[in-house]
Every structure is written in C-alpha cells, then in structure tokens.
T-cell receptor, first 109, second 120 residues
Framework: QKEVEQNSGPLSVPEGAIASLNCTYSDRGSQSFFWYRQYSGKSPELIMSIYSNGDKEDGRFTAQLNKASQYVSLLIRDSQPSDSATYLCAVTSQGNLIFGKGTKLSVKP | GAVVSQHPSWVICKSGTSVKIECRSLDFQATTMFWYRQFPKQSLMLMATSNEGSKATYEQGVEKDKFLINHASLTLSTLTVTSAHPEDSSFYIC????????????????FGAGTRLSVL
C-alpha cells in the first residue's frame, strides 16, 4: 500500500512567521505532488503543484520537492490567521492520487 | 470560479430515504471522477472511483449497493445514498480529474464544494 505521511499537528506559529509543513511518500515512482488547503467544513482547495526537484514559489507559498529523499514540503511566509487550516499533501501513485491525513496549522495573531 | 460543481450543498433527510448528489465538471471533460467521504475531524476517505461509461470501482469496505454511482457523461457523475441511515451522515466530496480542455492545468484533481448529509 503506497503511503503519504504527514505530521497531524497541530502546528502553531505566530502571525508573520514562516510555517513549514512536511510530507513523505513511499512510492519512488511518484511524479506529481500537490498541496491542498482545507478549511473546517469546506472541501479541499488546490494551492500548489510541483513536478520536478527543487523549489516552486507562488506568492507567499513555496513548495519544495526532493525525490531522492521522497520528501515534499510547503513553506508559508508571513503567515496570517487566515492561513489556519488543514493542509493536505497528495501524491500520484500508479494512476491514483494518494492523500496524507493532513497537518492542522494554527496561526496565532 | 468553481471548476467542479457539486449539488446540493446540504441535505437533511429522513432515515430510509435515498439521496442523490450530483458532481459536474465545468469547462472540461472528466473521464474519471472520485467520491470521498469525510467525518468530522477526520481525513478524507476515498469511497469510489467513477469512470465514464463503465462501472465504478469501490474501495474496500464501501457497499456498492448502498452507494450507487453513475457516470453517464464526461461532465456528470452522481452518487446516490440509498436507504440512508444516521450513520451515513457525513460530508461527501466529489472531485474530477482533468485531462483535457480549457485553460486549467491538466492531470490535477479539482474538488467540488462538498455535500453535507444529515440523516435524521
């Protein structure tokens, strides 16, 4: 069974700080990696996708991928209380999209 | 705007009745759609993969006769919860896997807004 692992948290950071969310995956053949944000009671919303090793930046978000270490992370700069949500890591594996259980992020004002 | 439309957003029904939830991909064709269920404070659980023109593939432990899935066109999949009971109360979310059409990035799953089902 291919797996995607995330620390469930909660991860608590002060407003303005950098939040670092981590994810590891077991299928070395995975090619596509995604971060979704899910607010309580809402459905997941795609915020980042990354397909090659290195960093990908989009506004305050940076996704980092290291295929050799089977590790993908999401950095949120200048964290805001509105960033408080559960962040889901998702990885394609053998044609399926496998989700981690999510990390709950809490940004304190 | 939404790329996957899910309807209804909230439904309350009596025990024993059936409820149909629709999932539509907007502006793109989706040969594959997915149905998830999420209980409060728990992670997403994949229930089934819906394939256009063929039978859905159900995950282990999901009753196919209870959760009927129909993917009759490239833009519409429906989930019918038959003879719903209080334990079926949950947040049901569909997603569509985009492989063609429009301006959106391909090979990405887009989620509907979800349907909150409350069975009395």
């Amino acid at each position: 069974q291919k797996e995607v692992e995330q620390n469930s948290g909660p991860l608590s950071v002060p407003e303005g700080a950098i939040a670092s969310l981590n994810c590891t995956y077991s299928d070395r053949g995975s090619q596509s990696f995604f971060w979704y944000r899910q607010y309580s009671g809402k459905s997941p919303e795609l915020i980042m996708s990354i397909y090659s090793n290195g960093d990908k930046e989009d506004g305050r978000f940076t996704a980092q991928l290291n295929k050799a270490s089977q590790y993908v992370s999401l950095l949120i700069r200048d964290s805001q209380p509105s960033d408080s949500a559960t962040y889901l890591c998702a990885v394609t594996s053998q044609g399926n999209l496998i989700f981690g259980k999510g990390t709950k992020l809490s940004v304190k004002p | 705007g939404a790329v996957v439309s899910q309807h209804p957003s909230w439904v309350i029904c009596k025990s024993g009745t059936s409820v149909k939830i629709e999932c539509r991909s907007l502006d793109f064709q989706a040969t594959t759609m997915f149905w998830y269920r999420q209980f409060p404070k728990q992670s997403l659980m994949l229930m089934a993969t819906s394939n256009e023109g063929s039978k859905a593939t159900y995950e282990q432990g999901v009753e196919k006769d209870k959760f009927l899935i129909n993917h009759a066109s490239l833009t519409l999949s429906t989930l019918t919860v038959t003879s719903a009971h209080p334990e079926d109360s949950s947040f049901y979310i569909c997603s569509a896997f985009r492989t063609s059409g429009g301006q959106l990035a391909k090979n990405i799953q887009y989620f509907g807004a979800g349907t909150r089902l409350s069975v009395l």
